[in-house]
Each structure stands twice: as structure tokens, then as C-alpha cells.
């Protein structure tokens, strides 16, 4: 909520945000939860990961740049630019409604491949729904999505949504957004809502919602 979903510079801080200090935020999480057993597991498994890492990269520091550190540094890319399209759209008055705080991707390849990853929505709204009943689900539950004011797109993944969303093309975006019950009547009001719902969220509903 506090970056601006549009922006690659805003994008890149939350990136090293998360790859050197993602760590650091979930275990303080944790141990604010006071959850010190998980704590304890995390912190064992980061530092262990990063000497195996260390131990490689003397012994063979090509083998271990091409095998394991650049996979690494491509993998969590991927994760957070993924992630970051999962939740570019968020409306800033209902911030913790997980119909206008994610989106869902349908008729996409990546689903077929990806064990239909694309609706995410539907992970949030029941995180223990098997794969397999996520298209179902969100056919049976379609007037609530439109009911929320979802955003949902076909033929796209979260990569490329991503990829659109660093380049601005909000016209490419409103062209593979399924307009559920015909909410908007032109692609115009589409681009317009979009932009709205990837602006930075004022400081005081951040403060509001996450304080």
C-alpha cells in the first residue's frame, strides 16, 4: 500500500526490501506473535542456507554463480514481481476485503500450468480450497466478485500484468479485463478505475490499517 504499483523505481525498493530484509520483518513478526519455535526454525535455515551458499562459492565460485546464486537472485525476482501484481490493485477503502485487495487471472495457460495459481482471490478468500476447485468456485461465486468491484483478467499472468504495469500501458491491461456485468461502460472508465486502484494509499490509511 505504501508504493505507487505503477513505478519501477517503487518496485525495486520493495525488491531489496524483501531480499535483505524479508528475514528481519517476518521474524519480528514472529516474535511479536510470540511464535519463537517457528522463529527459531526460520533463523536456523536462513543462516545455514547462506553458508552452504558461502562454502560453494570458495570452492567454486563459477559453479556456484551459475547452479545456485543467480537461480537465487532470478527466483525471488520472479516471487516479488508476481507478488507485487497480485496485489498492485488495492482499494484503499477496503484495504483487508480480499475481493479488492488481490485479483484473479482466468482463462490463462499459466493456470494450466501452474495449478491455477491465477485465482488468487479465491486462495485468499479460502486458503485451503484444493486447486482443482478454484475455477468452479469462482464460476459459482462470480456476482460476489462483481459485487465487490473485483478486478479479474483473462488471458494474462501476474508476469506479464506486472511487465504492463512497469511500462504504463493501462490501455493493454484494460483490454484483457473481464468486465463483470458490465460495471463499465467504456474501456475509458476501465484505464480510469485501474489507475486509481494502483496509486500510493494515503499515509493515513496505512497508519489506520497496519499500525
Known sequence: MAYQRDELLHFLHYFFHFMFLGVTDLNAYLLRKNKTTISTHLLRGERWSYVFL???????????????????????????????????????????????????????????????DGYHIGHHLMPSMHWTEMPEDFIRNKAKYAENDAIVFEQLDFFIIWFFLMCKRYDWLAHYYVNLNDKYKTHEEVIAMLKVRTRKCPESVINKNYQ
Do not use: E
Request: hydrophobic share 50%.
Open 54 to 116: 558461502a562454502t560453494l562459492t570458495y570452492l567454486n565460485f563459477r559453479a556456484a554463480l551459475w547452479v545456485f546464486l543467480l537461480p537465487y537472485v532470478i527466483i525471488r525476482f520472479g516471487m516479488m514481481s508476481g507478488n507485487w501484481a497480485q496485489h498492485a490493485f488495492i482499494n484503499a477503502d477496503t484495504p483487508h476485503n480480499s475481493y479488492t485487495n488481490s485479483i484473479t487471472c482466468v482463462n490463462a495457460i499459466y493456470n494450466k500450468l501452474c495449478f491455477n
